[in-house]
């Protein structure tokens, strides 16, 4: 019994890891595709970036096609479109307010993932969990918020991104477990490439500028930040809780900070450092227990 436990907290340990590789390499690319989305229109460079990303896994399922079954598709294509909802609120939503505001709001899905485990999983995160939760996104607020703080449509929007956020983390929580990974991961960027296609298509106007910066960010998004991102996050949900997944996530924009004094020799505040201290107790809290 007590070596089945240790074992199951080995793969737990091993999974948040991984997760945690994950939010620091999507902190790493947060420069790069802003770099590029100033050249290139969103929801084109996400339907190019994600149709790569496709592309990519596509080369490692058609060895387990037989995998791939009703079920399992519609699965991922339900998980995908709430993935794509929350990548067009949060794209749409920046148009109409701050980075700072939309930074921290994304970020408040850490607080609605634990609510959403209660009502949709009828699982109640631990009190070690709950107290990472609410550090992480106190963090947050530090990291992000300028003040003073006002609320517009944009905020609106970007709320609704990490609603869709925090439901994505639920569904790959819930139904993970019941089918192939690398099925359920390529059926899920696919459909967030043809949904984004279709938008670009119909909202945007077509100019394809293949820079430096945009090929770059590409390169790096496609298969590091995208198809081998979620291959992981949907790995580990199988061994972690969507709570702790969230707060982990939430490590994201320290890292981002982190890089952005490495990289473009930007200069943190005191509050800054605070704000990164604090989601990373949340994230230290939520390993306390198991």
């Not at 791939?68 to 909802?85: D, E, P």
């Not at 820079?211 to 390169?219: E, F």
């Not at 580990?236 to 952005?260: H, K, L, N, W, Y």
């Amino acid at each position: 019994m007590e070596q089945t436990k240790l074992k199951k907290n080995a793969r737990q340990m091993k999974a948040d890891a991984l997760l945690l590789m994950v939010a620091l390499v999507w902190g790493l690319t947060f420069v790069s595709v802003k770099s590029a989305l100033v050249e290139m229109l969103p929801f084109t460079f996400n339907a190019i970036r994600f149709t790569l990303a496709f592309l990519f896994m596509l080369l490692f399922l058609q060895k387990n096609i037989s995998l791939v079954s009703r079920k399992a598709t519609l699965t991922g294509i339900i998980i995908g479109s709430v993935l794509f909802t929350g990548y067009s609120f949060q794209t749409i939503g920046l148009q109409y307010t701050t980075a700072s505001n939309a930074g921290f709001i994304t970020g408040l899905s850490v607080v609605f993932v634990p609510l959403f485990s209660v009502v949709l999983l009828k699982q109640v995160p631990s009190a070690y969990a709950m107290m990472g939760a609410f550090f992480a996104a106190l963090g947050l607020s530090f990291l992000s918020l300028n003040l003073p703080f006002s609320i517009n449509i944009g905020d609106l929007l970007v709320l609704f991104c990490a609603v869709s956020f925090a439901l994505h983390i639920i569904l790959v929580g819930r139904y993970i477990k019941l089918y192939d990974t690398l099925t359920l991961v390529t059926i899920q960027i696919g459909t967030v490439a043809a949904l984004s296609a279709i938008l670009a298509l119909l909202l945007e106007k077509q100019t394809f500028v293949f820079s430096p910066n945009v090929v770059s960010a590409l390169l790096v998004t496609a298969i590091p930040a995208t198809a081998l991102a979620y291959l992981i996050q949907n790995w580990a949900q199988r061994f972690t809780t969507p709570t702790r997944t969230a707060i982990i996530f939430s490590m994201e924009p320290v890292f981002s900070a982190i890089f952005a004094v490495i990289l473009l020799a930007e200069v943190l505040s005191a509050i800054d450092i605070i704000g990164g201290i604090l989601v990373l107790s949340g994230m230290l809290l939520a390993e306390l227990k198991h």
